[in-house]
């Protein structure tokens, strides 16, 4: 293990992650805030640290698959610590593990809460916060990789281990410049979604947040109504479409911009997100007219947003659909494992892996048939190599066993099946809220510490495809490094 490589990197990624505090010490200065301290405080403190860390002697440049998973697992963990300071430091989240679950549910894009009372804390803290769901949302060390080439050498290994889906590939063949491509995607969708929203009568500040939040798949709002404290239609819809487009492969974006029309066609997991959202957009849509009734458009509008939140990931509300009809909750509450596309911000378990997982569950089928034929799994004309399809299958079954055992720790503290169960699915899929004791009106202020503690963790493992997490748990993997 070359751990002064490690070092180094991690502290580039403190200095950078000081840096990336200045948005909101300006947002605090100008608003004439108290809280520019407690910010300033843990600039100083990153820095203090940081430096000296990318003056570590290491053996070679070169980062190695073990490197990589240790930088990415420990410099989620460094941020997440780090990024929690200025909710400390300022008494807007006085207990530090409230700040910690706060900071791992920003940049982990999740949007659980243990805040009661949003509006009540200042612009500054509030802008920070929405601020960690846009550096998260497509990787922190992308960002990095993407802003610090020098850092970039060997950099692939660090893409692969925090990028989310079964399979990541360059767009180019410098890491860098991959890196680059997708924040110029993640940047000009920011830049487009705050300026309709300021056409919308949002004011700058609400217009950043609110995108944050969308493009991020995060959710965290400044109001305690979410975007139903907007009772504009214009407003949902427009964060309706992006979350969509946050939940496509950012890949994709790419293949846009390059005219190449045709592969954005032929997708085969694009056409699969898109068929599964408009399904449920749909069928829920007709349920409810037959059974509720009302104004068509004002049920449309509300169906697509939690649809499109749910599914993405993003967590973002207009009604407390817990008022709903439980048929109309069950279709939600089965989104919630799906996710988006691999290669976008949001969680779950990715389009892809449930299209492969459907293939090998059709093969099977014609296995059972025909027990002589070879029927491969090919995605797009392109066969699956075997390790890839082991890969995906024990994927799914670590996340159920992990969400089984989260169920059951949950359990101990007197939770209700449908909120223990709801608890666990939302923070392993990064979504935020859920239903029972985390509904979309309900925080998660009321768990223990320890309780915080372990869907902390859980966030964290769901945004790092969970092997990234379970693989450093292993003994054999620091024995070997010796």
Not at 89 to 100: V, Y
Request: with cysteine; glycine share 10%; net charge neutral.
């Amino acid at each position: 293990m070359n751990y002064g490589i490690v070092v180094k990197v991690l502290g580039s990624l403190l200095i950078f992650k000081g840096l990336m505090l200045m948005p909101a010490i300006l947002v605090s200065f100008l608003y004439r805030e108290a809280q520019v301290s407690a910010f300033l405080y843990t600039v100083i403190l990153t820095l203090l640290i940081g430096i000296p860390c990318t003056r570590m002697k290491h053996s070679s440049r070169k980062i190695k698959a073990k490197e990589a998973l240790v930088i990415v697992a420990g410099g989620w963990l460094v941020i997440s610590f780090f990024g929690a300071l200025p909710f400390y430091f300022s008494g807007s989240i006085p207990h530090l593990m409230d700040a910690f679950f706060e900071t791992v549910s920003g940049l982990t894009t999740t949007g659980a809460t243990i805040l009661d009372d949003i509006e009540s804390l200042p612009r500054g803290i509030l802008f920070w916060r929405s601020f960690t769901h846009w550096l998260g949302g497509m990787g922190i060390l992308v960002l990095t990789l993407a802003i610090l080439p020098a850092i970039g050498v060997g950099g692939f290994q660090i893409f692969k281990a925090e990028s989310p889906g079964p399979i990541s590939d360059k767009l180019v063949p410098k890491m860098h410049h991959t890196a680059t491509i997708l924040y110029t995607a993640y940047l000009g969708m920011t830049v487009l979604q705050t300026v309709l929203l300021m056409f919308g009568g949002l004011d700058l500040y609400e217009a950043l947040v609110h995108t944050f939040g969308t493009v991020g798949t995060g959710g965290f709002s400044i109001y305690n109504d979410s975007i139903g404290a907007y009772d504009s239609a214009y407003v949902q819809w427009v964060v309706t479409i992006f979350m969509i487009a946050a939940g496509i492969n950012f890949s994709l974006y790419y293949e846009m911009y390059r005219q190449r029309v045709g592969n954005i066609i032929e997708n085969a997991e694009l056409k699969l997100y898109l068929l599964l959202l408009s399904s449920a957009m749909l069928m829920l849509f007709i349920y409810m007219q037959i059974q509720q009734g009302g104004i068509w458009t004002e049920n449309l509008r509300h169906i697509a947003f939690q649809v499109a939140s749910i599914m993405t990931t993003t967590g973002y509300t207009t009604v407390d659909y817990e008022l709903w009809t439980p048929f109309s909750q069950s279709m939600l509450f089965l989104l919630m494992f799906i996710g988006g596309c691999a290669g976008s911000t949001g969680g779950g378990i990715k389009v892809i892996r449930i299209l492969i997982l459907f293939k090998l569950v059709k093969r099977q089928i014609l296995k059972v048939l025909h027990p002589r034929a070879m029927v491969p799994i090919q995605i797009q004309g392109r066969m699956l190599q075997a390790d890839t399809i082991a890969s995906v299958t024990s994927f799914f079954f670590l996340y159920i066993l992990i969400l089984v055992g989260g169920i059951m720790l949950l359990s101990l503290e007197g939770l209700d099946l449908i909120s223990a169960i709801s608890s666990a699915a939302a923070t392993l899929g990064n979504i935020g809220p859920g239903f029972g004791f985390i509904g979309p009106t309900q925080t998660y202020s009321e768990f223990s510490y320890l309780s915080k503690g372990i869907l902390s963790l859980f966030m964290l493992m769901g945004r790092l495809e969970l092997f990234t997490v379970f693989i450093l748990l292993t003994p054999s993997f620091w024995s070997e490094s010796k």
